[in-house]
């Protein structure tokens, strides 16, 4: 099987590399990026996207990510909300949110995460209760992605308290400047308040931003979780982090050893590089199944295990790779690569956890890529 570029992806990712070298670091980037329409890339050409297949997605993510360019986009919005609206929302929904999400304007947070309820997502707890044409929202979230700098939340609720867990819960949108929406930050133990937990107290919110059918959120909650989960970004990343280390270990700052030249080094750096390829093959394997219509399950699973906690071997083998200079943190110094080492490596705890965790995804692998009974 030839898993290379076919000559229109090759020819794509030549037009990527052009575009990049032309706006990369101008202050108009972001608005050609929109203006190309690769802020949204996944979405349908009528709705302001590029209309990419899912291996061009691919392509552009993978050139960005070589050239350490975030491939957020529009973040949740454009990653999730929106692909979530176009497959559920009413016209009035997509009409409202998708132009303002395609332009940058708008930046999405999503609740679904509470104290009580992660791994067990559908024991969720916080109660929506409908009062005339709106509902009534009282409970907390947590975990919750850059909440801090979002305008609107995109959020699951319990309508049916006395329903079977799955049924009874309504997706909903909800503008944080709504009385009674409160977020506090969370300091991660990188230092950075990338989440927050969000409190709902008495929040009103019109029955019109409802998306589906009341009690049947679950449904669209995990048509979300689908495009979260899609992992096409993540092996992408993997390779970027590995050759941040052979730089590292093919140079030696003045007065130190090219480590290199170690055997032991030699050997670690082979095996994460050998990792990394089984890694790129496992997205290609999972998009190769999107481009031809299949929805990647225990595949998705087995990829988003096997990259995630290959990230932390990554990040574990450069702290290494820096001595003790590994573990500063600050910006300035150049001999830890300006502190990047220790705070990928705190960072990349939390890899395994996000989107489901390492624990979720096997027994996912096990079930139902393996067909062993539930325990
Ligand atoms: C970086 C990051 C970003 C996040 N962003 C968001 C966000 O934007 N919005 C949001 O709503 N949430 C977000 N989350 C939350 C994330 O979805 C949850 O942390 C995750 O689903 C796990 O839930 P939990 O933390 O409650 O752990 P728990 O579910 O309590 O799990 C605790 C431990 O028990 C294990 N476990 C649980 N159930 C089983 C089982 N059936 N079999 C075996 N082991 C099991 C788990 O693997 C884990 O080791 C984010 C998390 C991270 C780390």
Do not use: C
């Amino acid at each position: 099987m030839d898993l290379g570029d076919s000559p229109q992806e090759a020819a794509f990712r030549e037009e990527v590399r052009a575009f990049i070298r032309e706006h990369r670091g101008g202050s108009r980037w972001r608005d050609a990026l929109i203006e190309k329409g690769w802020f949204a890339p996944a979405w349908p050409k009528e709705y302001g996207g590029a209309g990419l297949t899912v291996k061009e997605q691919f392509v552009l993510n993978e050139e960005l990510a070589e050239q350490g360019i975030p491939n957020f986009g529009g973040g949740l919005g454009t990653m999730m909300l929106g692909p979530t609206l176009l497959v559920h929302g009413t016209e009035e929904q997509k009409a409202a949110h998708l132009p303002r999400i395609l332009k940058g304007e708008v930046w999405w947070a999503q609740g679904y995460s509470e104290p009580g309820a992660g791994s067990d997502l559908a024991s969720l707890q916080t109660r929506a209760v409908r009062d005339g044409d709106e509902f009534v929202i009282n409970g907390q979230k947590i975990w919750s992605t850059a909440a801090q700098w979002s305008h609107w939340i995109f959020m699951l609720a319990r309508t049916d308290p006395d329903a079977e867990k799955h049924r009874g819960i309504t997706y909903f949108l909800v503008d944080r400047r709504t009385p009674g929406v409160s977020i506090r930050p969370l300091t991660t133990m990188a230092n950075q308040e990338t989440f927050n937990e969000i409190f709902f107290e008495d929040v009103r919110v019109p029955a019109k931003h409802v998306v589906g059918e009341v009690d049947r959120g679950w449904y669209i909650g995990t048509t979300t979780l689908d495009f979260e989960r899609s992992g096409i970004g993540n092996a992408v990343g993997t390779m970027r982090g590995l050759h941040g280390m052979l730089e590292r270990a093919r140079e030696a700052a003045p007065g130190e050893t090219v480590l290199g030249r170690s055997a032991a080094w030699r050997l670690e750096l082979a095996d994460r590089a050998v990792e990394a390829q089984v890694a790129r093959q496992l997205s290609n394997r999972v998009i190769t199944m999107q481009a031809r219509g299949l929805v990647p399950n225990h595949e998705a699973s087995i990829s988003k295990l096997f990259t995630t906690e290959l990230r932390q071997r990554i990040a574990r083998t450069e702290l290494r790779l820096y001595g003790l200079y590994g573990t500063l943190w600050d910006a300035s110094r150049p001999e830890a690569n300006k502190g990047r080492a220790a705070t990928a490596y705190l960072d990349s705890v939390s890899a395994t956890i996000a989107g489901g965790t390492s624990e979720i995804q096997r027994n996912i692998v096990a079930t139902r890529g393996l067909g062993l009974p539930r325990g």
